[in-house]
């Protein structure tokens, strides 16, 4: 069972990145996605998270309107576009899964597979 993400680079302020999550050894339709970042000195945060089957979507209200969680489950792989990025936006971003119960939530204990995260630095 292995999650890889990518797509974290170095952007301006108010330009755009796609995270994606790349899974093996499972079905990603079968899991609620989840995605977290760290900024450095602190805690890790839940940024949005996609239950199984699409039912529902969370997103924290920092990045609401900005970013869209979403999942191809032809390419088991979930992404994460993010627009009009600030620069306390800068973090690490993990993408997580749970096993799927119909809805996700935004806790990192819910959660029982991680990604080894990706690099996202926004510059002012």
């Known amino acids: 069972v292995q999650l890889v993400e990518s797509g974290g680079s170095l952007v301006q302020a108010g330009g755009s990145l796609r995270l994606s999550c790349a899974a093996s050894g499972f079905f990603l339709t079968d899991y609620s996605i989840g995605w977290f970042r760290q900024a450095p000195g602190k805690e890790r945060e839940g940024v949005s998270c996609?239950?199984?089957?699409?039912?529902?979507?969370v997103y924290v209200d920092s990045v609401k309107g900005r970013f869209t969680i979403s999942r191809d489950n032809a390419k088991n792989t979930a992404y994460l576009q993010m627009n009009d990025l600030k620069p306390e936006d800068t973090a690490v971003y993990y993408c997580?899964?749970?096993?799927?119960?119909?809805?996700?939530?935004?806790?990192?204990?819910?959660?029982?597979?991680w990604g080894q995260g990706t690099q996202v630095t926004v510059s002012s």
């Open positions: 997580a899964a749970m096993v799927g119960i119909g809805v996700c939530y935004l806790q990192r204990a819910a959660y029982d597979y």
């Open positions: 996609v239950s199984s089957m699409d039912r529902s979507t």
